[in-house]
């Protein structure tokens, strides 16, 4: 109990119980606003990964609607044409149809091959 001044001592008693429980109560709250700070920053990045996500099916969507456009506009005689000056005498083609010829060469031997069954 605090000493007898010209105020009353449970006055002084009071107050000081009050200021020891602001003091004590201080790190329980500041606890508690770290957590829903948290909670609400968590929540935010949840809801801008979403808002990205679907932003980014958007552009996907008009990307494949663009090539489909592209595709469905094109002359099939010019292409073909096109593709086969490329692709004859190609050292790129022609190291593709012998990685295919080894390939199915390879895909052939091991279907051939007996299976164990066990």
Not at 59 to 72: P, R
Not at 88 to 108: N, R, T, W
């Amino acid at each position: 109990m605090a000493e007898n001044t010209w105020m009353n001592s449970q006055i002084t008693d009071a107050v000081t119980q009050s200021n020891v429980k602001v003091l004590g109560d201080a790190p329980a709250e500041s606890m508690g606003m770290l957590y829903q700070m948290l909670a609400q920053s968590t929540g935010m990045s949840m809801q801008n990964m979403v808002a990205n996500q679907q932003h980014k099916n958007s552009i996907d969507s008009a990307v494949v609607t663009g090539a489909v456009t592209v595709l469905y506009t094109l002359n099939t005689g010019a292409n073909g044409k096109a593709t086969q000056q490329i692709l004859s005498g190609s050292p790129v083609a022609e190291s593709m149809a012998s990685l295919k010829g080894v390939m199915a060469a390879f895909d052939k031997g091991a279907s051939n091959e007996p299976r164990f069954n066990g």
